[in-house]
């Protein structure tokens, strides 16, 4: 178990971002610096029970730092369907755990002399914008998460909103399609289905399958196909490539100019791996956001993307919300 000791200049808190995909455990110092960083594959765990235990190992192996004495404040996580209110993930389409997981209790049994506190990832994401990244000073923005899923935090008066259950802001499982693809939340055409990397790779193979536009992503074979692929391709100009990111944004934006109209942000900050695709995301999505929006929200709304490493902002949002109690 970790030994807190409390004559120690420097505190430390331990952000854990879960995904659907990977997860990231990391040390961050009273400053928002990442002091050490671990990642897990979140798949390959068939319970949380296991996988919790692995990162409670993890976080015991941390080194101290070389010019101070380790205190740890407590643990801040980030997970999909993470609700604040009660410390547990509950239905979460995208990890292969279902139900509710009560994380914190099972977290708890591993650090009793520690404060741990959870939320949906994407509210750590903004939060951890809002503290470290490009919302600092800003009140009312939303965050938009584009990986695996599609999640959202949304900040107003310079807090986060929950609502009365917990589960507020969830912008990804809105429906764009009532009649569209099957979401894993088990609706149909959610904007998840269209705007994650899931998404994106569906959407590329049906133009693949559907039309002759040339393009260098015919050479993968479907099964290898990634939209890590489509974004490189469309950063070469690839035609079918840049007309998936094009779809895609034209979707992503009608759903954004929707959630205008509910909280009337001055920022939305784009985040996650799809970001990575630059302007060929960016350029289309604000070109149609504007087309979209309500004319009283015209040329107000800034869209831009987070201004945190793709892997620092969830980070530091759950660390952060150690200290916002």
């Not at 919302?135 to 935090?153: E, H, N, P, Y």
């Not at 890590?228 to 998936?244: F, N």
């Not at 791996?273 to 929006?293: M, S, T």
């Not at 201004?307 to 759950?318: C, E, K, R, Y």
Request: charged share 20%; net charge negative; aromatic share 8%.
């Amino acid at each position: 178990m970790i030994h807190l000791l409390k004559q120690t200049m420097n505190t430390y808190t331990i952000g854990i971002d879960i995904g659907g995909t990977s997860s990231v455990i990391g040390l961050v110092d009273s400053e928002g610096k990442i002091i050490h960083r671990s990642v897990v594959m979140t798949q390959e765990f068939e319970t949380p029970e296991v996988f919790f235990a692995v990162l409670a190992d993890i976080i015991q192996q941390f080194p101290e730092t070389k010019n101070a004495i380790m205190q740890l404040k407590g643990i801040g996580i980030g997970a999909p369907n993470g609700n604040f209110h009660k410390g547990t993930i509950e239905f979460a389409p995208n990890l292969k755990w279902k139900g509710i997981i009560h994380v914190v209790n099972i977290l708890q049994k591993h650090f009793p002399e520690l404060k741990i506190l959870l939320t949906n990832d994407a509210n750590a994401a903004a939060m951890g914008e809002m503290i470290f990244g490009n919302a600092q000073g800003i009140k009312d923005f939303i965050m938009i998460t584009l990986g695996t899923g599609v999640g959202s935090g949304i900040v107003c008066d310079g807090k986060l909103i929950y609502g009365h259950d917990g589960f507020a802001g969830e912008i990804g499982h809105t429906t764009y399609d009532p009649h569209g693809r099957l979401c894993g939340c088990g609706r149909n055409g959610c904007l998840e289905t269209y705007a994650s990397a899931g998404g994106i790779l569906k959407t590329a193979i049906e133009l693949l399958e559907q039309t002759d536009i040339k393009s260098s992503l015919r050479q993968f074979p479907v099964c290898g196909l990634t939209s890590k692929h489509i974004g490189e391709a469309a950063q070469q100009h690839d035609e079918l490539a840049c007309e998936v990111f094009d779809r895609t944004a034209r979707i992503l934006a009608i759903k954004l100019a929707d959630s205008v109209a509910h909280t009337s942000p001055s920022d939305i900050f784009i985040f996650g791996g799809v970001a990575n695709a630059g302007d060929v995301l960016l350029i289309p999505l604000k070109k149609y956001f504007e087309e979209q929006l309500l004319q009283i929200y015209k040329n107000k709304v800034n869209i831009r993307f987070s201004g945190l490493p793709s892997n620092d902002a969830a980070i530091l949002g759950a660390a952060a919300l150690l200290n916002q109690q």
